[in-house]
Nanobody, 115 residues
Framework: QVQLVESGGGLVQPGGSLRLSCAAS????????MGWYRQAPGKQRELVAV???????NYADSVKGRFTISRDYARNTVYLQMNSLKPEDTAVYYC?????????WGQGTQVTVSS
């Protein structure tokens, strides 16, 4: 399994921006599908954005046009740029790495959107 460490969460006002980072261990970062999920209180964990190992990207409808997932292969890091944040984006955000049957999760980082 790959080790994942997230950072970048915090408190932001509606309309603001945050960038989450997820640093991955291992030497085969490029072979993993990397994604961001979130879980709000009382709700199930949901997909936010995912990039396959081939570079195909998918977003949840609720974040399209506002969030952008990207990778820095030199740093083994995946990012989630979040713009035009809304209160309903408040959740714990988790980084995920998948390859074959291997499925790894980070510890999560809290994002709170509130005035």
């Amino acid at each position: 399994q790959v080790q994942l460490v997230e950072s970048g969460g915090g408190l932001v006002q509606p309309g603001g921006s945050l960038r989450l980072s997820c640093a991955a261990s291992g030497r085969i970062f490029s072979f993993y599908a990397m994604g961001w999920y979130r879980q709000a209180p009382g709700k199930q964990r949901e997909l936010v954005a995912v990039e396959s190992s081939g570079g195909k990207i998918n977003y949840a409808d609720s974040v399209k046009g506002r969030f952008t997932i990207s990778r820095d292969y030199a740093r083994n890091t995946v990012y989630l740029q979040m713009n035009s944040l809304k209160p309903e984006d408040t959740a714990v955000y988790y980084c995920n790495a998948k390859i074959g049957l291997s499925d790894s999760w980070g510890q999560g980082t809290q994002v709170t959107v509130s005035s």
